[in-house]
């Protein structure tokens, strides 16, 4: 079942189709093209991710947070090869971080999971919740709920764990696949935006502090 999972969230033939879109004609729509084009445009990052002038900040956070998840989704799926049950049996970023699954159905308690299984778990769990119309609502004059900050402050730390595995344990295959400049931009895109709009506790970004910025 590990690898069926794993084969529908991630495509072999490195064709990885990010499966949420933003409906055209949208005010989420045009957003994500605002800031695609900011991004495009050589801005410092820092810049990039400042809410527009006029724009609500949870349009802005919801687009981000699909884009991310599209975009860390397809930097795991071209490394998922060589994150197996074999080379990474359990989900950590090194020696001290171990991340343990929980959610609100399979997995009451936090699980020790191997690296795969965790990364098909929170794949799944994410796309359940921003495709969920209650949580990310599309529909123009729909509010957000009132935890929406906090669902995504939720899902941006387990991304932000997926960035950590893959620095730690998989960094000379980013450098072997010549990937190494693309995910470190995806990487400080993300880093600038969770610091702008304080969206992750600061004790969990300590596994990648020594890191260079």
Known sequence: AMALCLKQVFNKDKTFRPRKKFEPGTQRFELYKKAQASLKSGLDLKTVVQLPPGESINDWIAVHVVDFFNRINLIYGTMSEYCTERSCPIMSGGLKYEYRWQ???????????????????????????????????????????????????????????????????????????????????????????????????????????????
């Not at 299984?117 to 359940?128: A, S």
């Open 103 to 213: 959610d609100d159905s399979k997995y009451k308690k936090p699980t020790k999971l191997s690296a795969p299984q965790y990364m098909c778990m929170l794949m799944d769990w994410i796309e359940m919740l921003i495709n969920n119309e209650d949580i990310f609502p599309t529909r123009i004059g729909v509010p957000f709920p009132k935890q929406f900050q906090q669902v995504c402050t939720k899902i941006l730390t387990r991304l932000f764990r997926v960035f950590v595995h893959v620095y730690i344990h998989h960094f000379d295959s980013i450098i072997n696949m010549g990937a190494e400049a693309h995910v470190n931009t995806c990487y400080k895109h993300f880093y600038y935006f969770i610091r702008e709009f304080s969206l992750i506790d600061h004790r969990e970004l300590e596994p990648l502090v020594r890191m260079p910025q």
